[in-house]
């Protein structure tokens, strides 16, 4: 299956299975439930790679103006900065920031300009810019960290909260939420979100806390999401593949053209009954409101969804919820005064996977109708 191995999708069929259950449920084998009702891998053959939890809390904050570290292996010596600098996924415009705007590079304790060979056994370390104000902090909005480690943080966001500001919504969004939390907690307040869910839909969104992982988090995301959809549909997987472009003139709607963008969403409905299906999904492409034109265009549309045809009378916003994201984060370890990184970075980065339980006013859709 393509956006999820068969492995962790199983997973999160069972991780489903375990948030609309009463509490008490035993974990199914290799596995145990936390407090928050997360599947926790414990088969040691996984662990190492991936790690679904709530919060991160062993993990140290990368403050602002922390420097990252280095170390240049034997097989990078004699490389040029720059291309040293790219093997640790530091990217053109942060090397730039850090050149014009920061306190630029060192090898050991001597200052070292891009196009200088490095050595094996030197360390290579620079300081992260200072980031600008952000938006406008808002403590009243309160942000729930699931997650947290020195590059990433991610966020379990309501219905009814827009991502970030807009010209309809300047404020009082998540992006304000989260701006009051990083000053509180000495964090950059710039809001980078990896991800973005329309104000509707609940569910997930990582962040990156710095602009050294804003692009390295970017690589590779994996998301699952729950919908429930009007109309019983047949249990089992399926695939919805069509081309998603603009309705028409409008500013926000999308359809199903063939002068569309390429789009592709596998689901596996999970349960069927009293004209409403549970929906696993997968966003295989991520086109702009995806989920709910795909079903939109089978006749199917999420419940609430009344942009693209579904009713209101049982749940009051688009039944879409974002459960599980899965990404890699970079291996690190703490040292005085900053973070050393593994190199190559890639090589190094470890998988992590955060799930989120269903919404209550999803749930007690299901409760109610299935």
């Not at 509490?23 to 145990?32: D, E, F, L, T």
């Not at 309809?168 to 990896?194: C, K």
């Amino acid at each position: 299956m393509l956006g999820l191995h068969l492995f962790e999708f199983r997973l999160c069929l069972e991780a489903f299975r375990l948030c609309i259950q009463a509490s008490g449920s035993k974990a199914a084998a290799g596995g145990r439930i936390d407090r928050g009702r997360n599947f926790t891998l414990e088969d040691d053959a996984v662990a190492d790679s991936v790690c679904l939890c709530h919060r991160d809390r062993g993990q140290k904050r990368l403050r602002i103006g922390m420097q990252l570290l280095f170390n240049v292996p034997p097989e990078a010596d004699g490389v040029l900065l720059r291309g040293f600098l790219r093997r640790c996924a530091v990217s053109t415009e942060l090397a730039r920031a850090v050149k014009f705007h920061g306190s630029g590079f060192f090898a050991d304790d001597a200052p070292i300009l891009a196009n200088r060979r490095v050595q094996a056994g030197q360390t290579i370390r620079f300081a992260l810019p200072a980031d600008g104000p952000g938006v406008e902090p808002q403590p009243e909005i309160p942000v729930r960290v699931v997650y947290e480690d020195a590059f990433a943080v991610v966020l379990e966001k309501p219905p009814h909260l827009a991502v970030h500001p807009t010209l309809n919504y300047p404020r009082d969004t998540l992006a304000n939420g989260y701006a009051a939390w990083a000053a509180a907690h000495g964090e950059s307040p710039v809001f980078r979100p990896v991800n973005r869910i329309d104000k509707d839909t609940s569910g997930l969104v990582l962040a990156a806390k710095n602009g050294y992982a804003a692009p390295l988090l970017a690589e590779g995301v994996e998301k699952l999401y729950y919908a429930i959809v009007e109309g019983e549909l047949p249990l089992g997987p399926g695939v919805i593949d069509a081309p998603i472009g603009r309705r028409g003139d409008s500013i926000i709607g999308r359809c199903v053209t063939p002068e569309g963008k390429p789009s592709r969403t596998e689901y596996t409905i999970l349960r069927a009954a009293q004209g409403l299906s549970l929906a696993a999904c997968v966003p295989v492409t991520g086109r702009t409101h995806q989920i709910r034109v795909h079903f939109a265009s089978i006749g199917h549309p999420l419940a609430g969804d009344d942009l693209y045809g579904g009713h209101r009378d049982r749940i009051a916003r688009q039944a879409l919820h974002c459960a599980r994201q899965s990404f890699r984060v970079p291996a690190y370890t703490e040292v005085p005064g900053g973070i050393r990184l593994e190199t190559p970075v890639g090589e190094h980065a470890r998988t992590v996977a955060v799930e989120s339980p269903l919404p209550e006013d999803m749930r007690a859709l299901l409760d109610a109708e299935i």
